[in-house]
Each structure stands twice: as C-alpha cells, then as structure tokens.
C-alpha cells in the first residue's frame, strides 16, 4: 500500500458528462501529480500540485481542472467527456525530502460509453 | 524524439533466472534521474529503483539492480532470480529538470514456471 488513496476506483459515464477524481496524498506529501495511462498514449503526465499552487502542467487538455486544497487532498475534474478519455487516471504524491520518489494511488479507471 | 525508449515489448524468461530489461533515454540535462516501476494486473504502479545522474554507484534494491552506463544514456533494469511474481509490466522513467516523469512505452515480464 502506498498510502495515496483515489476514489473512485471505477467509474462509467457517458459522453458529454462531467466527472470528478479525487485523491488523497500520503500523509505530509506536499506535491500531488496526475497521470492519464491509455492504450495509444502510454502513461502521460497531466499536471502538479505542491503546496496548493500549480507547479508543472503537461499534455492537460482544456476540457480537463484540477485543484489542490488546503488539506493536501486533489481533484481532477473532467468535463465535455468524449470517447477517448477512456483511460486509468494516476494520483501520485513525493516527499518533499526525496522529490524522486513518487509513489503512485491505485487509480481510477474512467470508462466513456 | 523519444526521451525514453523501451525497445522489448514483451519477454519471457524461465523462473529463477536473471533478466535484463533495456531502457536508454535521451536528455541535455546534466542533473537527471531515472527510475523503474512495476505495474501488475492489479494496476497500480510500484515504484521499484531510483538512479541519481550523478550517482557514481549503479543503485540496487533487493533483487532489482540498475545498469546505468551514461555514456551510453542506457539504464537497464536487472532482476535477479525471477520469480513467478514478477510478472508484470515494467516502465523507465526519467526526471529532467522540474519534478514530473517522462515515462517509457513499457516492458511485459512473464515467468514461466
């Protein structure tokens, strides 16, 4: 166990919806990153938090948001759903000690219908 | 151009025997690191091994051992008498400058008894 927790581990929507990822870092993790891991792009980094204050952004698409809050705990929030953001979505968090770490949630596998 | 290349989509290896997984990666940066994580059926992602750029010493955890020649820009992960749990897909990953990763394509290990 990791100690990142994602909820929910599953989820099935449909196109045109909206749908909110929520994860929780280990305990004194400041950073919180994303990741998206589908079949055709591979695992793609989204964005970082640290702190509460965006960090790094990376192939995050418009339709896509995210927040870090107060409690160090994350959303990924995705909206306009379309087909091919079918993919497992990774909450990660780092020690502000050993950064090169990450340790990686279970995920939450986004199913668009 | 690829920054981590991971040429091997799948292998087999036979139970108790050593395997090599290839990683070379590709990057200007002097400060760097490379890593290996392990993704079972399950899913999640386990963080395996870490090498600093400028670590003198291959890095080694348990049976996992990195071959890092930066001359080469290579970073190969060696797994020493392979067990049926090992079985999985296995990602290189690099840290240039900033903190997120760029991940490699992914390796599929299978042990066969």
């Known amino acids: 166990d990791s100690g990142v927790t994602q909820t929910p581990k599953h989820l099935i929507t449909a196109t045109g919806q909206r749908v909110t990822l929520r994860c929780s870092p280990r305990s004194g993790d400041l950073s919180v990153y994303w990741y998206q891991q589908s079949l055709d792009q591979g695992l793609q980094f989204l964005i970082q938090y640290y702190n509460g204050e965006e960090r790094a952004k990376g192939n995050i698409l418009e339709r896509f948001s995210a927040q870090q809050f107060p409690d160090l705990h994350s959303e990924l929030n995705l909206s306009s759903l379309e087909l091919g953001d079918s993919a497992l979505y990774f909450c990660?968090?780092?020690?502000?000690?050993?950064?090169?770490?990450?340790?990686f949630g279970s995920g939450t596998q986004l199913s668009v219908l | 151009a690829q920054k981590i290349t991971q040429t091997q989509p799948g292998m087999f290896v036979q139970e108790k025997e050593a395997v090599t997984l290839d990683c070379t990666y590709d990057t200007s940066d002097q400060s760097y690191g490379l890593f290996w994580y392990k993704q079972p059926s399950s899913g999640e992602m386990i963080f395996l091994i870490y090498?600093?750029?400028?670590?003198?010493q291959n890095a080694t955890e348990g049976r996992y051992s990195l071959n890092f020649q930066k001359a080469r820009k290579s970073a190969n992960l060696v797994i020493s008498a392979s067990q049926l749990g090992d079985s999985a897909m296995y990602f290189c990953?690099?840290?240039?400058?900033?903190?997120?990763?760029?991940f490699g394509t992914g390796t599929r290990l299978t042990i066969i008894p």
């Open positions: 090498q600093g750029s400028y670590d003198e």
């Open positions: 990953a690099m840290r240039e400058d900033g903190e997120k990763l760029t």
């Open positions: 990660a968090s780092s020690d502000l000690g050993v950064p090169e770490k990450l340790f």
